[in-house]
């Protein structure tokens, strides 16, 4: 029973964990009701990555948009979203970290604090820390939590059940739990759940006949509801079986093998469970003396691929049938064939196990693409199948890969959640060796890139420099100064002609030339005249000039002032030219955040190795120990075997003497020759 | 004496969950170390992968050139989507084609980010082509234009495909986000 158990118990963690990601999955898709579209991109692009699976991108998002400011616009949901991926990812105790600061918060919505405590319950859940998780699950309110996510309250309510499974039993506590079951649907696999956990607390108690009550019941309870999506009637079918075997197995354990051969009947062939089904059915059958039954389910068994470890002992257990039917000969060869394939197996097991690799160990396991999950089981996935760490790798909500043995040698170990964890630790280590390397790729061409950078950045540097000397800066320079103190010296003198116009300029060297000329003249009356009209001229000019002196001096300041500004801001900018010239602060920047990820990369990688190594270590161990336990159970059946093997030939061998010497001694032949040579 | 080693194939078949169950638990302190250190290895790997995207949309895409280009869904109940083609001035630089997962992910309020790129200041024109499979199962086509003008800070516009309740088709809409 204990082996029911245990598949139970690794469904349920399967099926829980399928459920936790389909909660969160759902809460987001409510928040997105309320808001119609991500009003953060960040958020957006995360949630992008989330719904697709792809958990380490979705994280990164997050990161990312929490570094640069938050998400913006979506109250508490990121933080429950950001908590469900690292739960989602394996990541449980940052998720409690997660929660325990959202509840820590203060000023967060009671939706959001009353799914944190779910969640966090959960996570102590999976962490089998009993205490932790019943106090935060104590913690959440039903009714809200129903309002809010039915689904998610339905998991609420099973994991409550399961605490109160492991509390020592009391009319009070199975009264609590049948409350329990009444909230959950009839259609819900939670309430089948709890029902056949029930049953196995019962038996733990010592109380098989609740047991049986419960499994019958549960049974008979378990009709396919058409409303449900397929995977959901696929696995409520699953369950059905699963307590038909239960039940079956327990009927055997009475010793009242007709009820079990009934139950175990009603198991379909091409069922999951059906090879249990058969070989139970043949136990019963052959100690119901229905011998004939239990070889031909045997007969069944033995036509299939011995795909499961366990399956092994059905050449024994049918030559051990054949000789219950009295067909010792029969019986001697099918025991010779069960022992010549148990030392086959012993020769092929010795040998896996001594040439046991990471390599021999990934080929003898089938892995599943992403869009190949409907593809046959018999189906040859060996050509088209992922490597380890590949993206498109077919996983769980919880990131398990899916995957079939090619050697049955690794079914039972396949099926173990140690063996699926450490398959999935190394899948997701390959997956973040292959980010990194990705990464190593795309920093080196950062680095040529800002090699390029740099040469060309030198390349305009030249240029510019060859520029500034053309239009010889320096000069400039001089003659704004000198023009300053001219300016500056004539202010002082109150020099009127120095601030004239140019059309005063014009004007007084017309006067000038006029002066010149006139001297040149005899004095007459004709020059009296003129040179009467050029001191008026001359007067009226310099009137003009001194009239003008404030105007023109203003107009000369002005110029120099703006000539002032266009200069300091030339040399403002030519500093920072020069400077920008002089220094590679940019690009330098770059190239110190590109060297010290590139040595944080090489920091990770070096771990990464490390992890690798411990992991494959983990997996070799367990292969190691499975194929040893295997070789044990061979040797078991291989001994028994040839025991019996052994036992037959002599009986056959003194029946046969007791007979010649009977025909000898002239006797008529006795009845078991002749049921011997009915064989032939 | 046979009845009897054929029930000792019973008891066997009956221990067997128990011992491997035992096994199980010996390999739980073994499993929890080696997967508390995968744990804390991809919380460091998220770390690096977060300040690696930053560095390189610092160095690929600066701030006073990034222009991106997001892609949401609506409901999308009158559109299966196929593909999207964009053009920006007159040239094509994304086209995607969509798995059942991606448009499932739209459809859950997920937004890709269809391309990224640099752009000068300046005025710009957008065009996006969207494929499907419209209302009665019909091949669906649509485009949609916007004009718009590159400041000097990031620029982020946003292909809007919601379903339209009056007249129960797809719309397209590019949106420029603030």
Redesign the interface.
């Known amino acids: ?7 139970h118990q690794m469904r349920l963690l399967f099926r829980q964990t399928a459920i936790v990601a389909m909660a969160c ?1 759902m809460s ?2 409510q ?2 009701e309320a ?4 009003s953060d ?1 960040g ?3 995360a ?7 792809n958990f ?1 991108q979705a ?2 998002r997050l ?2 948009v929490n ?2 400011g938050g998400i913006a616009g979506h109250g508490d949901h990121p933080l429950l979203v950001e908590g469900g991926l690292m739960l989602a ?6 998720a409690q970290r997660q929660f325990q600061a959202l509840l820590d918060t203060s000023d967060v919505s009671d939706e959001a604090r009353n799914q944190a405590w779910f969640y966090l319950g959960k996570v102590f859940w999976l962490e089998k820390d009993r205490d932790a998780s019943t106090d935060a699950l104590s913690r959440v309110d039903g009714e809200l939590l129903e309002e809010s996510d039915p689904e998610l309250y339905h998991e609420w309510l099973y994991l409550k059940g399961q605490w109160l499974l492991g509390q020592s039993q009391s009319p009070e506590s199975r009264q609590q739990l049948d409350d329990l079951l009444d909230e959950l649907p009839v259609s819900s696999p939670w309430r089948f759940y709890l029902r056949y956990n029930r049953s196995v607390q019962s038996l733990t108690a010592g109380d098989q006949p609740a047991a049986m009550d419960e499994l019958e019941a549960l049974i008979a309870d378990t009709s396919p509801d058409q409303d449900q999506p397929s995977d959901v009637q696929a696995e409520m079918l699953a369950l059905e079986q699963q307590a038909r075997l239960s039940l079956g ?1 327990l009927h ?2 009475k010793g009242d093998f007709e009820r079990a051969m009934r139950v175990l009947d009603e198991i379909p062939l091409d069922g999951m469970l059906s090879d249990q089904a058969l ?1 139970n059915y043949a ?1 019963s059958a ?2 119901q003396e229905q011998h004939g039954l239990a070889l031909q389910a045997l007969d069944a068994l033995q036509k299939r691929p011995l795909f499961t470890p ?1 399956l092994q ?1 059905v050449p ?2 049918r030559a ?1 049938t054949i ?2 039917m009295g067909r010792n000969k029969q019986a001697l060869a099918a025991y010779r064939r069960a022992a010549e394939h148990y030392v086959q197996l012993d020769q092929r097991l010795t040998e896996e196990q001594a040439s046991l690799s990471e390599s021999r160990l990934i080929n003898a396991l089938a892995f599943v693409r992403e869009g190949a999950e409907n593809t046959a089981p018999d189906a040859d996935l060996s050509a088209t199948g992922p490597a380890l760490g590949e993206s498109t790798m077919l996983t769980d909500a919880y990131g398990r890969v899916k995957v079939r043995p090619d050697d049955f040698s690794l079914a ?1 170990l396949l099926a ?3 063996f699926q ?2 398959l999935r ?1 190394m899948h ?2 390959y997956r ?1 060796d292959d ?2 390397d990705q ?1 190593r790729q ?2 080196a061409s ?1 680095e040529v ?1 800002l090699d390029t950078r740099r040469t060309r950045r030198e390349a305009r540097i030249r240029e510019t420099r060859e520029a500034l000397a053309s239009m010889k800066v320096d000069e400039w320079t001089d003659r704004q100064e000198a023009f300053r103190k001219d300016i500056e010296q004539a202010s002082a003198n109150e020099n009127a002609a120095f601030f004239m116009t140019a059309e005063q300029k014009a004007l007084k060297n017309q006067l000038d030339r006029v002066e010149n000329t006139l001297a040149g003249l005899p004095v007459n009356e004709k020059t009296r005249q003129q040179r009467q009209t050029y001191e008026r001229m001359r007067a009226y000019f310099d009137w003009w000039v001194a009239d003008e002196y404030g105007v023109n001096r203003w107009a000369a300041v002005k110029q120099l002032r703006e000539l002032d500004e266009a200069m300091d801001t030339f040399v403002s900018q030519r500093k920072l030219m020069e400077e920008e010239m002089a220094s590679d602060d940019r690009l330098d920047e ?1 190239a110190s ?2 060297a010290r ?1 590139k040595a ?2 090489d920091r ?1 990688d070096r ?2 190795d ?2 690798l190594e ?2 494959r270590q ?1 997996l070799m161990n ?1 292969v190691q ?1 499975e194929l040893a ?1 295997q070789r044990q159970q061979v040797t078991s059946y291989l001994r ?1 075997s040839r025991h019996a093997q052994a036992r037959l030939a002599d009986g056959l061998f003194l029946n046969a003497r007791e007979a010649a010497v009977q025909q000898n001694s002239g006797r008529p032949d006795d009845d078991t020759t002749v049921k011997e040579g009915s064989d032939d | 004496m ?2 009897h ?2 029930s000792l ?2 008891s ?10 035992f ?2 638990d010996s ?2 302190g ?2 929890g170390s ?6 804390e ?16 949309e ?2 690929l895409f600066p701030a006073s050139t990034q222009f ?1 280009v ?1 892609l ?1 869904l ?1 409901t999308g109940e009158f559109l299966k989507l196929d593909a999207v083609k964009l053009k920006l001035d007159d040239d094509t630089v994304a086209s995607h084609l969509y798995t059942e ?2 448009v ?3 459809q ?6 269809l391309y990224m790129g640099n752009l000068k200041t300046g005025s710009h024109q957008v065009t996006v082509f969207v494929e499907g499979i419209g209302p009665d199962n019909r091949a669906y086509k649509q485009a949609a234009t916007l004009e718009f003008e590159k400041g000097t800070g990031t620029a ?1 516009l ?1 292909i ?1 495909i ?1 379903d339209r309740s009056s007249d129960y088709q797809p719309e397209v809409a590019i949106v420029e ?1 603030e």
């Open positions: 029973m204990a082996e029911l158990f245990l598949i999955a987001a898709a928040a997105d808001t119609p579209r991500a991109t958020y957006g692009m949630l992008y990555e989330y719904h697709q699976g380490f994280l990164t990161n990312v570094r640069e990812y394996g990541m449980t105790r940052e197995r055997m354990g070989f136990v052959s100690r366990w002992q024994y257990a051990f000789e219950q039972e173990g959640e140690a964890l450490a630790d997701e280590l973040l980010s990194l990464w795309q920093l950062f890139m770059f955040r590109i990820k944080e990369l990770l771990q990464l490390l992890a411990q992991t983990s367990l120990s336990r028994a | 046979m009845t080693r054929f194939i019973l066997a078949l009956l221990l067997l969950g128990s011992s491997t169950v096994a199980q390999n739980d073994d499993e080696v997967a508390l250190s995968v744990e290895l991809k919380k460091q790997v998220i770390r690096l992968n977060r300040d690696l995207f930053i560095l390189e610092d160095l991106a997001f949401s609506d997962r991606q499932k992910a739209l859950r309020g997920g937004m890709q980010r982020a946003e809007r919601r986000w």
